[in-house]
């Protein structure tokens, strides 16, 4: 017998627990090719809120009554496929399901050796390759270049900040707590962090913090921060849309100043990311983020939550910035 | 004696023809190593509304009751520069003035055997640098894209949909009339022109034309035109932000949807082009589009105002739409 996660209603703006189901159900062995898998970490990201819309998008919606899904890493623990033994754990998009089969298709081996298997699920996986790669394919960061970015303290935020001290930026975080500005000061290194519920006036205290203008501003929330943002941007700067997790929950599209007189002036650039585009950049993302693990350049925290049970719950706190770095649930 | 163009008001909003004063004035005669020029035809360009604002910007802006100034063919009429002969013609930034002195840098020969001295205000001027390069730098165009312009029928949109056909595009164009939309379907091979002025639902017009999908907007209008646009591009689509023409004469920031969210679900990018970052990619620019001037690729019309008193009404005819192509005062 297994738990599983169901998607039961399409939230019409933020979603709730009642949106989710949890069932028992039975779970058949492994058939000939597959593998049986027990889920030990569950990915919860902001992006899933996409997801239950029913609407185009670059992966398919969620369907009623059917699991959620997201990363996963799992412990192999029947294997009637050769490519994976007992006892290995993988990472992949898997249901939320305590356990599973799988055909191995999309599961990659997780070595355990580098770091610790839910950093798989982060520095080491989808936040960590994003962070990494829409600051290589759009950021272009050099040295001396000053970088803002957003959800500061959350999983993708977090390593951009570092990635940028790490490239020689004087590096700007906007994050949603007086601890979280201190965790992105004192412990990542960041040049300053400034904490957007308690900032009145976002254009003049960017103005204050960043003297030299803005180069980058790497966006994972939208709305009002991008407007300030836009407002302190130095000529040629690179606004990387990667998030916007201030209108995921919105019914309608937000308005706001319209950015393409400044975009002129400055002849500046946005543009949106998403990781899944850059596959074949994965390994070599994959190897750089590594070392740098192993170096001590780069720091991870992560807000795990404990038991399965708690996977709705904890997929809501992000809309609540209540992850501090990757949030995962630990089943 | 010369007539000079003075600018004497700060406009708020639209501006009008009594923010400029015409004045006679005696001009001196050359002296060492200057020429005496005689202007034959001078620019009136949108982006010189952006200069009657006291902000910073990519050029200054214009001061009171000093001469405006714009790109200007000009006869050599008098010379103590051994690097211009009498009658020979220069293009160059220039006063807005029938005659003066110049002591020749920025001045470039024209070559009258390749086009009439206006056309180096027009197609080999800056509106054909900014179609050429802001379609080389950003549009970077495919054969079966499917390209939009704003500003259609004007200076640039005109040599930019003439473009994308030479390079196997789809084009669509939109402009205010019916008149130009003929222009464009007629004349310059357009695949498709809309009237923005009788079109009531510009999203679904668009859908209906683009069956493929929006690959480049290049946009010279921004505003609403955009917001439709928006709704409507393809994947990794790129949108040219050369002008917001429908925003020059606001006195505050536009407010209209917020983009973020489509640029991320599109992967796709906005970015401002400026003619003037790239100088040292004119002499390429050029050779090219001379090379499909004479090859008969493209064809560029101008509205030509006759009389120098006439310069402020023709500037302020910009915002309403008055030109086919081009707009230059014969003097």
Request: net charge negative; with cysteine; aromatic share 8%.
């Amino acid at each position: 017998m297994s738990k599983t996660v169901l998607f039961k209603n399409r939230p019409a703006g933020k979603p709730a627990t009642s949106d989710f189901e949890i069932i028992n159900e039975k779970i058949p062995g492994p058939g000939e090719g597959e593998v049986l898998l027990k889920a030990h970490y569950i990915s919860v990201d902001p992006y899933l809120r996409g997801r239950m819309r029913d609407e185009e998008s670059y992966i398919p919606p969620f369907k009623l009554d059917e699991p959620m899904e997201s990363m996963v890493v799992a412990e192999v623990i029947a294997s009637k496929n050769h490519n994976f033994e007992e006892g290995e754990f993988v990472s992949g998009m898997l249901k939320w399901k305590e356990l599973q089969t799988s055909g191995g298709t999309g599961l990659n081996r997780v070595d355990a050796e580098l770091a610790p298997p839910s950093a798989f699920l982060g520095v080491l996986g989808l936040t960590g390759l994003t962070a990494f790669l829409a600051l290589d394919k759009i950021g272009k960061l050099r040295a001396g270049d000053t970088m803002v970015v957003s959800g500061a303290a959350g999983a993708v935020g977090s390593i951009v900040g570092q990635i940028g001290k790490i490239k020689g930026c004087m590096v700007v975080g906007i994050a949603g707590s007086d601890e979280k500005v201190r965790y992105l000061e004192e412990k990542l290194g960041f040049d300053k962090g400034i904490n957007y519920n308690t900032t009145e006036d976002m254009e003049t205290v960017l103005r204050q913090v960043c003297t030299d203008g803005v180069d980058v501003y790497f966006d994972n929330v939208g709305g009002e921060i991008l407007d300030a943002v836009l407002q302190v941007i130095n000529k040629d700067a690179r606004i990387i849309n990667c998030g916007a997790i201030a209108h995921y929950n919105e019914t309608e599209i937000p308005t706001g100043p319209r950015p393409e007189g400044i975009l002129i002036k400055k002849t500046a650039l946005m543009q949106g990311f998403l990781v899944r585009d850059h596959v074949k950049d994965f390994g070599r993302a994959l190897r750089q983020l590594s070392l740098w693990l192993e170096e001590g350049k780069l720091e991870y925290d992560e807000t795990i939550v404990e038991g399965f049970d708690k996977l709705p719950e904890a997929f809501l706190g992000l809309f609540e910035g209540r992850n501090v770095g990757k949030m995962v649930v630990k089943v």
